[in-house]
């Protein structure tokens, strides 16, 4: 997959599934199924075959794309971004009907830097179904707990000294 230069014009998205993070350059009315073949591309690229034990598809298809339910709030967790297609039958030549929100990241309100959820639909002997339930997603987000990690110790006085070695 060649560099691609960035513009003005394309998004930055991020793209997580566990602690997996993928960035892509795309344009605002590119299909969500040619992002999620660029998606797929990138991951072999980078020569990830699997993530969490399950295999990378080989077709767009076979990834689900989840949004923040509140950009503000990870912990509230992540809603699917593609809206399934309808019944139209007010109209006698097309049996479906697509959503605008499906066609592509503008439409489905995705700005640059959004963060994006994925996830592999994988196929069981029984029908095609999801291993995880309809709103389940393996994200991991990185957190700042101020206790782990911290360079700060408190003192035997309370107050707040630097994690420094003494000479």
């Not at 299909?31 to 991951?43: D, N, P, R």
């Not at 029908?127 to 987000?141: C, P």
């Amino acid at each position: 997959m060649p560099a691609e230069k960035p513009n003005p014009q394309q998004l930055t998205l991020r793209f997580k599934c566990h602690k997996t993070t993928i960035l892509l350059l795309v344009a605002p009315h590119d299909s969500l199924t040619s992002i999620k073949a660029k998606l797929l591309e990138a991951m072999k690229v980078a020569n990830i075959s699997e993530i969490q034990d399950r295999p990378v598809p080989t077709n767009p298809d076979d990834v689900l794309l989840g949004v923040l339910i509140d950009s503000d709030d990870p912990g509230e967790g992540w809603t699917d971004l593609e809206i399934p297609e309808k019944e139209d039958n007010t109209h006698k030549k097309g049996p479906k009907k697509s959503s605008v929100l499906n066609a592509s990241p503008v439409g489905a309100g995705v700005k640059d830097g959004s963060v994006l959820a994925f996830k592999f639909r994988t196929k069981t002997s029984d029908a095609d179904d999801l291993d995880m339930g309809d709103n389940e997603w393996d994200v991991v987000m990185p957190t700042f707990d101020d206790e782990e990690g911290s360079q700060m110790k408190e003192a035997e006085d309370g107050s707040q000294m630097e994690d420094a070695e003494e000479m």
